[in-house]
């Protein structure tokens, strides 16, 4: 008697226990390797709906292991500025100190998202991507590495392969670069954009930003319509 007392005073208290929102400290571990990320929650979440996700992709500068400097540029400053537009999980994964985003590293990315839409309640066919500067090249990639995940794609001062726009022309993508970017320059990302419009996409945009250096990422992530027209789209 007392064990089955016991046993429902446990369920209770675990029934009552509010559900953690906010910034999130979790780890994915692979095999060779070991990547820590922060999974953003908005407040209201809820685990009897279905949530958009977005995966961001962090810059050169944010590498390292401290799981925290990828949260303070590019999407996650925005987060906190503005949560009101982020009705959604967002996953921020962090690159090591001496690695880019691309091969392993970039599927631990992929795994960090997997592993996030299995521990909260996301939508299958509201699956984001966006990344900047190093991230804005690994959004490119691992985009075109599974096209089919992808409802939208917003690159940011990256660089994709034009090799690459077939498998890509299907999916709606949002280009931004400033046109005074003098450390990736803004014809990277207008050879992509002219690759996807000859492959035939249609759901392509480039908005490149009059007298912006190699921050473009602020003014992106700070429109209201950016992160509207992400969270719009969906995949049939």
């Not at 005073?9 to 906010?22: R, S, V």
């Not at 003014?219 to 950016?226: E, G, L, T």
Request: with cysteine; net charge neutral.
């Amino acid at each position: 008697m007392w064990l089955m007392m016991l046993l429902l005073a446990t369920a209770t208290t675990q029934a009552d226990k509010p559900l953690e929102t906010g910034f999130l400290n979790r780890t994915y571990a692979g095999d060779n390797l070991t990547m820590p990320y922060v999974v953003y929650v908005p407040r209201e979440y809820t685990p009897t709906r279905r949530y958009p996700i977005i995966l961001f992709l962090h810059g050169a500068g944010e590498r390292g292991s401290d799981g925290l400097r990828q949260t303070q540029v590019g999407i996650g400053s925005a987060i906190r500025s503005y949560p009101e537009r982020f009705p959604c999980i967002v996953v921020m994964p962090q690159c090591p100190a001496d690695k880019w985003w691309n091969g392993e590293v970039l599927e631990a990315a992929y795994q960090c998202l997997q592993q996030t839409m299995k521990e909260f309640s996301c939508d299958p066919k509201r699956v984001y991507l966006t990344g900047l500067s190093m991230g804005g090249f690994g959004s490119w990639e691992l985009a075109a590495r599974y096209p089919d995940t992808f409802a939208a794609v917003v690159p940011i001062c990256g660089r994709g392969n034009p090799a690459d726009a077939e498998k890509l022309k299907n999916v709606p993508i949002w280009v931004f670069h400033g046109d005074a970017d003098n450390v990736v320059p803004p014809s990277f990302s207008r050879e992509m954009v002219e690759a996807l419009k000859k492959a035939g996409s249609t759901v392509v945009k480039y908005t490149e930003l009059p007298g912006i250096g190699h921050n473009s990422w602020d003014p992106a992530y700070s429109s209201a319509q950016v992160i509207q027209w992400l969270l719009e789209q969906k995949k049939e």
